[in-house]
């Protein structure tokens, strides 16, 4: 079967590529890191990979807003290519950081205000959702629980369930108003939701780690083909990274179960096989 090659994107501050690098070669895609001045001076090199993947950390250190420079970059000199990207059917993914960069980028993420009088005004779009600083005020780092919200992400096909980790200070998903959450409900772009251990629709703090409205977690475009979510699924994509790892150990002669993290990736890989 073909390897569809994965675009891992870094810029200072960036720490997360090469566990997620790992995670998509372990899922059978070829990963290449590419720092974003090479971008910048040859866009065009996108043409070569089926998969672009921003990864987290602090890009730029999250000076003015987590995202925000690496964001801007994308919006005023890489949003053709990546639009074309998008239109050659190819995926995105964002991962936490990546994940506050295309919401920063108002180009792919949120979804584009269609009753706008032109109906790509990027500002427009940028402005009907974000990611802010988290509601208690500090750095969360935990585990939670999650609920893959819909079907039409190409990431999450077949998952239901994931446990994962979180590692943030922006990562509270608020929308503009009550009408734009009604839109991500009505056209599935809700992809992944915090859920509570023990079930039902209230899910309170530290269970949802950011007081995101609707407790979204991540969200796709109306393609499915392009993602965000706050989790790491590279953080656990295997067995023993689960934080109570032996206490789940299969019997003996058993190999141990993927971490939940996995699926994401080989659903990716899958995608073009």
Not at 28 to 49: A, K, S, T, Y
Not at 92 to 119: H, R, Y
Request: aromatic share 8%.
């Amino acid at each position: 079967m073909p390897q569809p090659r994965v675009l891992i994107l870094r810029a200072p501050g960036t720490n997360c590529d090469l566990e997620t690098a790992f995670a998509f070669e372990r899922a059978g895609g070829r990963p290449e890191r590419i720092h974003v001045n090479r971008l910048l001076e040859q866009g065009g090199l996108l043409n070569d990979f089926q998969i672009l993947c921003l990864a987290g950390g602090f890009s730029y250190g999250d000076d003015i807003a987590a995202g925000r420079i690496l964001g801007t970059q994308i919006q005023h000199r890489l949003a053709d290519y990546f639009q074309q990207f998008k239109a050659a059917k190819k995926l995105i993914l964002g991962i936490c950081n990546g994940f506050q960069i295309l919401m920063k980028t108002g180009v792919l993420l949120p979804p584009e205000d269609k009753s706008s009088p032109t109906g790509t005004n990027t500002q427009a779009s940028a402005h009907r959702a974000t990611l802010t600083w988290n509601q208690s005020g500090r750095f969360e780092d935990r585990w939670v629980h999650l609920d893959c919200a819909g079907s039409k992400s190409v990431f999450f096909a077949g998952i239901e369930t994931m446990y994962l980790p979180v590692a943030h200070a922006e990562g509270k998903f608020v929308t503009r108003d009550a009408e734009v959450l009604a839109d991500l409900e009505r056209q599935g772009q809700i992809a992944l939701r915090y859920r509570s251990k023990v079930g039902g629709r209230e899910v309170a703090y530290p269970e949802n780690p950011n007081g995101a409205v609707a407790n979204i977690a991540g969200i796709c475009d109306d393609t499915g083909r392009v993602c965000g979510l706050m989790p790491h699924p590279e953080r656990h994509i295997d067995a023993t990274q689960h934080p109570q790892w032996t206490r789940n150990l299969p019997a003996r002669g058993r190999r141990a179960a993927a971490g939940d993290g996995l699926g994401v990736f080989q659903n990716a890989v899958a995608y073009f096989q």
